[in-house]
């Protein structure tokens, strides 16, 4: 049984930085791609970044190039969206989500989901 849990959200102020992490069981980490995405209430899922598991190539949204940087650990099946310079309109669910070959932003290609971590703005 795959399983992906997230960690690492919190309240943070504007400007502020936040790590979030990923570990993933039940699956061979290293053979996936791993992404990032996030959900506000009454939208739908929004492409962070994603990180090929083949050639370590890496997207990013336009919205969050040069803020928020992922990165993935194989010894211990984790990936981390590292958060920096953040706004209140970075509020929202973040999760992570995995998928066998190729870096879609399409969050419907991604196979397997965590189930989401709250970043909220504190002002």
């Known amino acids: 049984q795959v399983q992906l849990v997230e960690s690492g959200g919190g309240l943070v102020q504007p400007g502020g930085s936040l790590r979030l992490s990923c570990t993933a069981s039940?699956?061979?980490?290293?053979?996936?791609?791993m992404a990032w995405f996030r959900q506000v209430p009454g939208k739908g899922r929004e492409f962070l970044a994603n990180?090929?598991?083949?050639?370590?190539?890496?997207k990013y949204a336009d919205s969050v190039r040069g803020r928020f940087t992922i990165s993935r650990d194989n010894d211990e099946n984790t990936v981390y969206l590292q958060m920096d310079s953040l706004t209140p309109e970075d509020t929202a669910v973040y999760s992570c989500?995995?998928?066998?070959?190729?870096?879609?932003?399409?969050?419907?290609?991604?196979?397997?989901w965590g189930q989401g971590t709250q970043v909220t703005d504190s002002s």
């Open positions: 990180h090929d598991y083949r050639d370590r190539r890496i």
């Open positions: 039940g699956l061979r980490f290293n053979l996936y791609t």
């Open positions: 989500a995995a998928r066998g070959r190729g870096r879609p932003a399409d969050s419907s290609q991604y196979s397997y």
